[in-house]
């Protein structure tokens, strides 16, 4: 297993979780990094992106403002950081390492590598 996800746990809504993605023989450092979910009966979707910089980081609308993506190069890990959260958050949560091509850092096409998946579920 390259990627490990963890962090993920029941929380009441308004609540807040620390996701972590964490690399065995990556170097997170020389991909791209992005979150995805899946709830139940639906397809996986975007949830948020880093560039091997850092920066400009991109997020789904349905999250802006309320989730962060971040990187500890030292750790080799990515974090996503939840908060504010809702009942429709609820889904397993992935994340992914790769070289995404231009256009398709939001598409699970553009990344190789990909974590086992950590349950988030938010109860109202």
């Known amino acids: 297993v390259q990627l490990q996800a963890s962090g993920g746990g029941l929380v009441q809504a308004g609540g807040s979780l620390r996701l972590s993605c964490a690399a065995s023989?990556?170097?997170?450092?020389?991909?791209?990094v992005a979150w995805f979910r899946q709830a139940p009966g639906k397809e996986r979707e975007f949830v948020a992106h880093s560039r091997r910089t850092g920066y400009n980081a991109g997020y789904a609308d349905s999250v802006k403002g309320r989730f962060t993506i971040s990187r500890d190069n030292v750790q080799n890990t990515v974090f996503l950081q939840m908060n504010s959260l809702k009942p429709e958050d609820t889904a397993i949560y992935y994340c992914a390492a790769g070289t995404p091509i231009w256009g398709t850092i939001r598409q699970e096409g553009g990344y190789r590598y990909w974590g086992q998946g950590t349950q988030v579920t938010v109860s109202s």
């Open positions: 023989t990556l170097t997170l450092s020389a991909y791209a």
